[in-house]
């Protein structure tokens, strides 16, 4: 009988401990889901960025009368964080058309804005 009851703990125990393995798979595999969507989201948040310092620039060219688009090199900040941006600027109709997109690690984010 004390055989019997040996074997029952012992098919227990590793039940017990299979089933904690796997709650740590699975918790582990949440939390690396989550880093890489958050490493996504800050990824897509540095183009936004970079697109909106295209817009500021723009708008310090269309001030200075400057109506032809430009093109910036590469910025960078350190060897983690860099990204370009293009700003496109053009007249149609008597308005002036802000096209400012940023790029960082292969996310792209674009704005638009007119200026009268």
Excluded: P, W
Aim: include cysteine; proline fraction near 0%; glycine fraction near 8%.
């Amino acid at each position: 009988m004390l055989k019997q009851e040996d074997g029952a703990i012992t098919i227990f125990v590793l039940s017990i401990f299979l089933a904690l393995i796997i709650l740590v798979g699975g918790v582990i595999e949440l939390i690396t889901s989550q880093f890489i969507l958050l490493e996504k989201e800050e990824d897509s948040l540095q183009a936004l960025y970079l697109a909106e310092s295209g817009l500021e620039q723009a708008i310090v060219k269309v001030e200075a009368g400057e109506f032809n688009g430009f093109t910036t090199e590469e910025i960078t900040v350190d060897e983690e964080y860099s990204g370009t941006y293009q700003v496109i600027i053009t007249i149609k109709d008597g308005e002036c058309q802000v096209i400012s997109t940023g790029r960082f690690k292969g996310k792209q984010h674009v704005l638009k804005i007119t200026i009268d």
